[in-house]
C-alpha cells in the first residue's frame, strides 16, 4: 500500500522567513497530493493541494510543488507569520472520489516573532 | 454550511466501558472516514464508507471496535470493551463522492482509563 514520508518532524522559523516542508510518496499510481493545517484543539483543516497533472501550484503565500519522477512533494510557506505555526501534514492518495487518504506523519511548524 | 459534526468532543471513561462516537456528514456528502489520531502513529484512516456502504475497515485495529451509518448523514463508530491504549482523538470527516477533498471533523478526545 501507499506508504507518504513527512520531514522535518518539526521546524522553527523566524517571522518572515520562509518554511519548506517536504513529503515523499510510495505508489506511482497516487495522483492527489493535499496539504492540512490542523491547530491546536481542532481537526485538520485543507490549504492546499495538487493534482499528477500539475507541478506547482500557488495560492498568496503557499505553494505546492510535486516531482513525480521522484515521487515526491513539497510545501512552500513565504513571509512567515505567528498564525502559521500550526501542525502541517502532507497526504496522498490514488483513484477518483475521496478514496484511503495516506497521512504524512506531520510537521510543527513554530514561528518565532 | 455546518461542517462535520462529532460529539461528543471529551470523553473520559473507564476501561471495559463501551464508548459511541458520533458523526453527521456535511449535507450532500456521500463519504465517510473515520480517523484516529495519536502521538505515535499520527493519522490513520480506520474506516470509511461510500453511499452508506463500508468500502475498507482494514484499519480497525480489532474486534472490539465497530462502525455504522444507519443513514447517509450519520455515524457512529463503538469501541466494546475500551481499553486504554485506546485513548486517542478520533476524527470523522466527509466528503463528495466525486471528490478528492476530505473535510474533518473537529475531533473526539477519548481517554480512557
Known amino acids: 500500500g501507499e506508504n507518504v514520508e513527512q520531514h522535518p518532524s518539526t521546524l522553527s522559523v523566524q517571522e518572515g522567513d520562509s518554511a519548506v516542508i517536504k513529503c515523499t510518496y510510495s505508489?506511482?499510481?497516487?495522483?492527489?497530493f493535499p496539504w492540512y493545517k490542523q491547530e491546536l484543539g481542532k481537526g485538520p483543516q485543507l490549504i492546499i493541494d495538487?493534482?499528477?497533472?500539475?507541478g506547482e501550484k500557488k495560492d498568496q503565500r503557499i505553494a505546492v510543488t510535486l516531482n513525480k519522477t521522484a515521487k515526491h512533494f513539497s510545501l512552500h510557506i513565504t513571509e512567515t507569520q505567528p498564525e502559521d505555526s500550526a501542525v502541517y501534514f502532507c497526504?496522498?492518495?490514488?483513484?477518483?472520489?475521496?478514496?484511503?487518504?495516506?497521512f504524512g506523519q506531520g510537521t510543527r511548524l513554530t514561528i518565532n516573532p | 454550511d455546518a461542517g462535520v459534526i462529532q460529539s461528543p468532543r471529551h470523553e473520559v471513561t473507564e476501561m471495559g466501558q463501551e464508548v459511541t462516537l458520533r458523526c453527521k456528514l456535511i449535507?450532500?456528502?456521500?463519504?465517510l472516514f473515520w480517523y484516529r489520531q495519536t502521538m505515535m502513529r499520527g493519522l490513520e484512516l480506520l474506516i470509511y464508507?461510500?453511499?452508506?456502504?463500508?468500502?475498507?475497515d482494514s484499519g480497525m485495529p480489532e474486534d472490539r471496535f465497530s462502525a455504522k451509518m444507519p443513514n447517509a448523514s450519520f455515524s457512529t463508530l463503538k469501541i466494546q470493551p475500551s481499553e486504554p491504549r485506546d485513548s486517542a482523538v478520533y476524527f470523522c470527516?466527509?466528503?463528495?463522492?466525486?471528490?478528492?477533498?476530505?473535510?474533518f471533523g473537529e475531533g473526539s478526545w477519548l481517554t480512557v482509563v
Open positions: 470527516a466527509s466528503s463528495p463522492l466525486s471528490g478528492n477533498t476530505i473535510y
Open positions: 505508489d506511482s499510481a497516487s495522483n492527489y
Open positions: 495538487i493534482r499528477s497533472n500539475v
Open positions: 497526504a496522498a492518495s490514488k483513484g477518483g472520489g475521496a478514496q484511503k487518504l495516506v
Open positions: 449535507s450532500g456528502h456521500n463519504s
Open positions: 464508507f461510500n453511499n452508506n456502504v463500508p468500502i475498507d
